[in-house]
C-alpha cells in the first residue's frame, strides 16, 4: 500500500500490553524521550485494576501544537498481547502503522490492506540475548521502545542519558536495557525504511515546563502549605497521592537537632476514620487533609455534616473515578461533582475546587487549606484519576517563599483574655465566621464542639430561633465563601452567542475543540468553572449567551444540575455534552456534538456520505 503522508512531531503510538509484564518502563521511557526532544506529548495509562495478566494500554500523543487531550486516532499500535490483537487492529486509522511480534505469525493482522503491518521478532530476539524467563519478557518490552526509536528517528544517546537518571543507583541495568533497546533499534533499521513517514523532529516547545501527574503536584502543594498530619484508607486512583505526600515529607519533615520525622502519616481502618483522624488534627490546630475516590466520599459524610456544622476545618481530595458502586477503579469520570458539593445529610453545601491539570492540583492543594481555615468548613478538591496519574506537560510549578499561612479568625492567649467573654459562633464581623481557638488556649476561650443542636454562644439548645440562627448563619458564611474561592476561567474573545461551559480536565480537549470549530466557521466563548460556590463571573457569562454548551464526563448532566440549581440561568438554553465511557474525552466528541445541535443538517449528511463534517 502506499505510506501515509509524511507528518512530523503529529501522531498517536498506542502500545497494547499485558499489565505486570514490565511495559510501563518503556512506555515512560519513550514519553520522556520525546519531551525531551522538545516537543509537547500527551501520555494516558489504560490499565485494569489487578497486579497482573489482564490488557492493558498506553496511549502516546505526539503533539507539536501543545494540545493536552487524547487526539481519538491511532496512527502506530505497538500490538503486544496476542488477546486484543483483534482489537487492537481494528482501532489503526486509514494509513496507519501495526507492529506485533512476529515470533509468532498472525495471518489474520495482515487482513487489513488500508494499514501497514510491521512484524518484529521480540520474542526471538531476547531469548538469544538474555537468560531467564522473567528477565526475557521484561526485555521484550523494552525491545519495542528499541525499534519504535528506529521507526519515529528517536534519538538513542537521549534515551541512554535517560535510562542513567532511571537507574542511578542500579548502573548496571542500564546496560541490560540498553541491550534490549539496540536489538530493537538494530533489527528494525535493517528490516525496514526508517524513519517512518510518521517522526518526530527536535523542537523547541518544552523549555519551562515538566512532566508531572496531579496526585503527587498535589502531594506537593500539601507540603508546601505546611500539612502536617495525613490520614487515609488506601483505594484507587487516591492511593499515589498519600504515597507521594509521604516521599516528600520523608524528606523535609524532619527536626533539624534530632533528625525525628515531625508529620503524622496514619492508615486508617477505613475512610470515616480516615476523615474523622483529619477533623481532629485540624481541630486541635494542626493542617491535615485525606485523599480518596467516590466510594470514600460517601462513607465520609457523616463526618463531612459533622464537620459543616461544627464548623472545623477539613481538607479532603477526592481523585474521581467510574461508578456507581465499585465501578471501574482504574477509569476516569467525573461523577462526584453533587456528592461533594452537598455531602450528608441535612442542609449542607461544601466548598469545592475544581483542578484542570497538575499544575492546578498544586495550587490549589494550597488554597484548600487556607480556604478550609478562614471559612472553617470542609474544602474537597475533585480532582479525577485522568489528572491524578498520568503524566501532563504542565508549567514549572514556582512558590513565593513569602507565602504564609491563612490561618483565618485564631485568637490566642492575650486575645482571650481581653475578651469579656468567649463565644464561639457568634458573627461579630457580619461574614458568617466566628473567632475559633486551639485546644488548651486559656480556660476562658473553652467550648464544646458539637453535631447536635447549638445556638451561637455555643451552648447546647433543641429552641427553634435558636438553631434557625445558626443556620442562617452558616448561610451567610457561603456568601462569604463565593468572594474567596478561584474565579472561573473565561474566554470571551470570540464574542459569540454561543458559550461552552465546562469543569476541570474536559479542560484540553475544549480548547482544542474550540480551535478545530473555529477552522469550520464555528466561534463559542468558554467558561471553565473552577470552584463552588460559583462566583459572579459565573453568572454573568451564563446570561450574557444564548445557548451554551454542558460538557462534562458523568452520565447525569452532573454540572449542569448545580447550575440549574444555584444560579439563575434559563434550563432551555444549556445543553449537555455527556462524555462517560471511562476513557479521556477527546475533542472529536466535543466538536460532534456541537455540529449535531449547530449544523444538524451537516452532520446528517456528512454520516450519510462518509465525508467528515
Not at 213 to 242: E, H, K, Q, R
Request: glycine residues 8%; hydrophobic residues 40%.
Amino acid at each position: 500500500m502506499s505510506p501515509t503522508a509524511t507528518r512530523v512531531n503529529d501522531f498517536t503510538i498506542k502500545i497494547a500490553t499485558v499489565n505486570g509484564t514490565g511495559s510501563a518502563s518503556a512506555n515512560t521511557l519513550l514519553m520522556k524521550s520525546i519531551f525531551r526532544s522538545g516537543i509537547p506529548v500527551v501520555g494516558k495509562n489504560y490499565f485494569p485494576s489487578n497486579i497482573q495478566g489482564l490488557p492493558t494500554w498506553y496511549e502516546i500523543r505526539v503533539t507539536r501544537e501543545g494540545y493536552a487531550a487524547i487526539s481519538g486516532r491511532v496512527d502506530l499500535m505497538v500490538a503486544m498481547n496476542a488477546e486484543t490483537y483483534a482489537r487492537d487492529v481494528r482501532e489503526v486509522a486509514p494509513g496507519g502503522y501495526l507492529v506485533y511480534d512476529s515470533t509468532w505469525p498472525r495471518p489474520a493482522l495482515l487482513k487489513r490492506d488500508d494499514i501497514t503491518v510491521l512484524g518484529v521478532p521480540l520474542a526471538k530476539l531476547c531469548n538469544e540475548s538474555f537468560n531467564g524467563v522473567r528477565t526475557r519478557i521484561l526485555m521484550k518490552n523494552i525491545c519495542y521502545a528499541g525499534v519504535l526509536a528506529a521507526l519515529l528517528d528517536l534519538d538513542l544517546a537521549r534515551i541512554r542519558e535517560l535510562l542513567a537518571e532511571t537507574y542511578a543507583k542500579k548502573p548496571q541495568l542500564v546496560e541490560s536495557n540498553m541491550k534490549a533497546i539496540q536489538l530493537g533499534y538494530d533489527y528494525a533499521r535493517a528490516s525496514f525504511e526508517c524513519p517512518l513517514p510518521l517522526k518526530v523532529e527536535t523542537m523547541e516547545r518544552t523549555a519551562g515546563n515538566v512532566m508531572i501527574d496531579g496526585n503527587t503536584a498535589a502531594a506537593l502543594g500539601c507540603v508546601f502549605a505546611g500539612a502536617t498530619v495525613a490520614a487515609w484508607y488506601p483505594i484507587t486512583p487516591s492511593t499515589s497521592l498519600m504515597d507521594a505526600f509521604k516521599m516528600f515529607a520523608d524528606r523535609t519533615r524532619v527536626d533539624k537537632d534530632t533528625g525525628a520525622h515531625n508529620f503524622a502519616f496514619i492508615q486508617a481502618e477505613d475512610e470515616l476514620a480516615a476523615v474523622g483522624m483529619v477533623i481532629g488534627a485540624m481541630w486541635n490546630g494542626a493542617r491535615a487533609f485525606t485523599a480518596t475516590s467516590g466510594p470514600g466520599i460517601s462513607l465520609m459524610n457523616e463526618f463531612l455534616g459533622l464537620a459543616y456544622y461544627a464548623e472545623v476545618p477539613t481538607v479532603i481530595f477526592d481523585i474521581q473515578r467510574v461508578g456507581p458502586s465499585t465501578g471501574m477503579p482504574t477509569r476516569t469520570q467525573q461523577g462526584d461533582i453533587v456528592l461533594a458539593a452537598y455531602a450528608s445529610h441535612g442542609d449542607t453545601r461544601h466548598v469545592c475546587l475544581y483542578p484542570a491539570n497538575p499544575e492546578e492540583c498544586f495550587y490549589m492543594a494550597v488554597q484548600a487549606f487556607d480556604l478550609a481555615e478562614r471559612l472553617q468548613t470542609p474544602v474537597l478538591v475533585l480532582s479525577d484519576l485522568d489528572i491524578g496519574m498520568n503524566d501532563w506537560m504542565c508549567p514549572d510549578l514556582k512558590w513565593d517563599d513569602n507565602y504564609r499561612p491563612d490561618r483565618g479568625k485564631v485568637l490566642g492567649k492575650e486575645e482571650v483574655r481581653k475578651l469579656k467573654k468567649f463565644y464561639r459562633f457568634l458573627d461579630v464581623d457580619d461574614d458568617g465566621i466566628g473567632y475559633r481557638t486551639f485546644p488548651g488556649v486559656d480556660p476562658k476561650a473553652a467550648y464544646f464542639t458539637r453535631g447536635s443542636g447549638h445556638n451561637q454562644y455555643g451552648a447546647y439548645t433543641e429552641d427553634a430561633a435558636e438553631y434557625q440562627l445558626v443556620l442562617d448563619r452558616l448561610k451567610g458564611k457561603w456568601a462569604t465563601a463565593r468572594r474567596l474561592v478561584p474565579r472561573a476561567v473565561i474566554d470571551a474573545t470570540a464574542n459569540s452567542r454561543v458559550g461552552i461551559v465546562s469543569v476541570g480536565s474536559c479542560d484540553g480537549a475544549i480548547r482544542e475543540a474550540r480551535d478545530l470549530l473555529a477552522a469550520r466557521g464555528v466561534t463559542l466563548d468558554y467558561l471553565r468553572v473552577r470552584s463552588f460556590p460559583f462566583s459572579e463571573d459565573v453568572e454573568r457569562f451564563l446570561t450574557a449567551h444564548e445557548l451554551l454548551f454542558v460538557v462534562e464526563q458523568n452520565r447525569d448532566a452532573q454540572l449542569r444540575s448545580l447550575l440549574t440549581l444555584e444560579t439563575t440561568v434559563e434550563k432551555s438554553k444549556l445543553r449537555s455534552l455527556l462524555h462517560y465511557s471511562g476513557l479521556p474525552i477527546s475533542s472529536a466528541f466535543i466538536v460532534d456534538g456541537v455540529l449535531a445541535e449547530l449544523q444538524p443538517e451537516r452532520m446528517a449528511q456528512a454520516k450519510i456520505s462518509g465525508v467528515p463534517a
